[in-house]
């Protein structure tokens, strides 16, 4: 078999090359990483949990009519996905104060926010993913406004399917962070949610006790993140209520 061409590697996921003209297969990592990467650590099936988590979101958004670059899943770790163009922003939508708003702030984390507010970052991991405001993104053509029209109306509902989906199993979605991508079908220039949604991207706090089920898990010291993201697959059905969290994975379908 010839070997795959790696198009890029990040801190939890590789880019290959796809099989057919306009596809990559992305390929989860067990890496975690904290603070801009100043905290690593290998968590062994992180990558197979996120993969499949993924997985299910971004089915029920195409389910919806929300457009995602999923495809299909190929085996435990990889998926197929369309090639997309990413604009380099991160777009995260906060529901609850947490992490870097209640520091930024002043706000008790926990604190329900009087609507969604949509936040953005420069993607630039030497700078620390900046935050930036609409009059950078215009003023140095990362997007036109048009382009944020978008983005602002598929995040929003992107964060309506998330929520939903998280209180129907006891699950409150606080924030969570996603990527969007340019696709063109011939002159024609659509925007569709790329990168990924899981709990490396998310925080998620179980409704009744208020236990991280997210990478806070991690980045605090709060226990097993192996174990936190099991019970996230295992509430959404991703995973048999009867399973064990997963280590040392077989990678078949």
């Not at 919806?64 to 495809?71: A, D, K, L």
């Amino acid at each position: 078999m010839a070997r795959r061409k790696k198009i890029y590697e990040g801190k939890a996921k590789i880019l290959y090359e796809g099989p057919e003209p306009g596809t990559i297969v992305q390929y989860f990592k067990d890496d975690a990483t904290a603070f801009n990467a100043q905290k690593k650590d290998v968590i062994e099936g992180k990558g197979v949990l996120n993969n499949r988590l993924s997985e299910y979101f971004m089915t029920g958004l195409n389910n919806i009519g929300v457009p995602t670059h999923f495809i299909r899943r190929l085996n435990m770790r990889e998926q197929l996905v369309r090639q997309v163009e990413i604009i380099p922003l991160e777009i995260i939508v906060r529901n609850y104060a947490a992490g870097s708003m209640s520091k930024r702030l002043g706000l008790e984390e926990g604190l329900q926010l009087p609507r969604p507010i949509v936040e953005y970052c420069y993607k630039d991991d030497a700078l620390g993913d900046p935050l930036v405001t609409e009059e950078h993104i215009a003023a140095f053509g990362w997007a036109t406004q048009q382009d944020m029209d978008d983005i602002l109306s598929l995040a929003l509902r992107v964060n309506d399917f998330l929520s939903g989906v998280m209180m129907a199993v006891g699950i409150k979605l606080v924030d969570f962070k996603i990527e969007v991508g340019r696709v063109y079908d011939g002159d024609f220039q659509r925007l569709i949610v790329a990168d990924e949604i899981s709990p490396d991207s998310c925080r998620l706090w179980d409704i009744e006790t208020g236990q991280k089920l997210d990478k806070d898990v991690f980045r605090r010291d709060l226990g097993s993140l192996t174990d936190a993201y099991t019970e996230v697959a295992k509430r959404l059905g991703v995973m048999p209520k009867n399973s064990t969290p997963i280590t040392k994975p077989t990678l078949i379908n």
